[in-house]
């Protein structure tokens, strides 16, 4: 199967659960960027932005992995996503944003 042939098939498939599906509903994505030190930038943004999402919900158990369909990153950008989208078992996160300070 040709690379062009996977990747269609990759998108056709997101495409459909995360698009067809979601009649007047945005899906919502978080894309974390790589690039050796600029993971740093990209942690201490996602604790300020985990931070604020506390803040304004007045829930100091929310995690951006509740606010978001979809985390991405490539580069030290996916390995942050991972950390925050790691489930402890009961369908809540694992890590919260500032657990990823200590990643980087």
Not at 6 to 14: C, H, P, Q
Not at 58 to 64: A, F, K, L, Y
Request: net charge negative; proline share 1%.
């Amino acid at each position: 199967m040709g690379l062009d042939k996977v990747t269609l098939e990759i998108f056709s498939k997101l495409e459909h659960k995360w698009l067809y599906h979601c009649e007047g509903k945005k899906t919502w994505v978080l894309s974390i960027d790589g690039g050796g030190t600029t993971g740093i930038v990209a942690s201490a943004s996602l604790v300020h932005l985990e931070s604020q999402i506390q803040t304004k919900t007045s829930d100091s158990h929310v995690r951006i992995m509740d606010f978001f369909d979809i985390i991405v990153g490539t580069g030290i950008g996916a390995f942050l996503a991972s950390i925050l989208v790691t489930e402890n078992g009961a369908d809540r996160p694992l890590f919260s944003a500032k657990d990823t300070e200590e990643g980087t």
